[in-house]
């Protein structure tokens, strides 16, 4: 299909009773209640030429919610929070049998945040072709991940794989 369109929501409500201390401490005793919610909708859209390649538009929106409360009655402490989350993303991939080319981004709106969170996506991946070593004869398709931006989410300041398409050496037999 040339258009697809994907639905989901999703939800889960926790309630139970919790201890924090050691030793069977009576003042170590709270309960927690949190109630979360997810859902969205994604679009995509295959385009048999688009600039210079086939490639596949997706785009979609989402929301998620989290309303927690913890109390930790014995040590005078109560952690209630709301979590809304509305988020929107485009992206467009090139493919061909070898290579593929995306870029993308993603708007983020944290109501605990004051400004929108934007991550911008970029990536370039090259497929070959190597050997099962179970049966020779028989040839399959690996994904190399040449380059990936990095991301706001990542704690390091780039996602290159260095080794992604390193090939293992063949080890010789020594005849004796």
């Not at 170590?28 to 919610?37: E, H, P, R």
């Not at 979590?83 to 593929?100: A, D, P, R, Y």
């Not at 991301?151 to 398409?165: E, L």
Request: glycine share 6%.
């Amino acid at each position: 299909y040339k258009h697809r369109l994907n639905a989901y929501a999703s939800s889960q409500h926790t309630k139970r009773k919790s201890y924090y201390g050691t030793g069977q401490n009576p003042n170590a005793y709270g309960s927690t209640t949190d109630l979360t919610f997810i859902g969205g909708a994604q679009y995509s859209y295959e385009w048999d030429k688009c600039l210079f390649m086939p490639a596949q538009f997706t785009g979609g929106a989402e929301y998620s919610f989290d309303d927690l409360r913890d109390e930790m009655l014995g040590y005078n402490r109560v952690i209630a929070q709301k979590v809304h989350i509305g988020s929107m993303f485009l992206q467009n991939e090139w493919k061909t049998k070898k290579w593929s080319f995306l870029i993308g981004a993603r708007l983020d709106k944290h109501n605990l945040i004051n400004h929108v969170i934007f991550s911008p996506r970029a990536n370039v991946r090259k497929k070959t072709k190597c050997k099962r070593r179970k049966d020779p004869n028989r040839k399959q398709i690996r994904s190399c991940l040449l380059y990936t931006s990095p991301s706001p989410r990542d704690s390091c300041a780039t996602r290159m794989p260095s080794s992604a398409c390193k090939k293992k050496k063949k080890k010789k037999k020594k005849k004796k």
